[in-house]
Nanobody, 124 residues
């Protein structure tokens, strides 16, 4: 079992930046694909970004391309989501995810582990 703990959420003005972090509970993390999803009030959960276990492949939702960057530090068992040029529509609970495979995907059902989520609020 892998436990994921997110941090770094908060309140920021539009145009500002935040960096989310996700720590994994054990070393096996280094073989896992990792990613981020988000869910806004009254909306479906949606894919944000994903990164392969080596870090060589990344995927982004169209809505965040050019503004968000996903990265990972396997030595620290941590994945990051750098969010720049934030917009009010980025307001959501952000969830860190992991899957027991080197492949990455945009489909939530293919991820095996989920964190508890961290709130990001962007004011206009």
């Amino acid at each position: 079992q892998v436990q994921l703990v997110e941090s770094g959420g908060g309140l920021v003005q539009a145009g500002g930046s935040l960096r989310l972090s996700c720590g994994a509970s054990r070393r096996t993390y280094s073989g896992y694909g990792m990613g981020w999803f988000r869910q806004a009030p009254g909306k479906e959960r949606e894919f944000v970004a994903a990164i392969s276990w080596s870090g060589s492949r990344t995927m982004y939702a169209d809505s965040v391309k050019g503004r968000f960057t996903i990265s990972r530090d396997n030595g620290k068992n941590t994945v990051y989501l750098q969010m720049n040029s934030l917009k009010p529509e980025d307001t959501a609970v952000y969830y860190c995810v992991a899957k027991e495979s080197v492949a990455i995907t945009t489909h939530s059902r293919e991820y095996d582990y989920w964190g508890q989520g961290t709130q990001v609020t962007v004011s206009s």
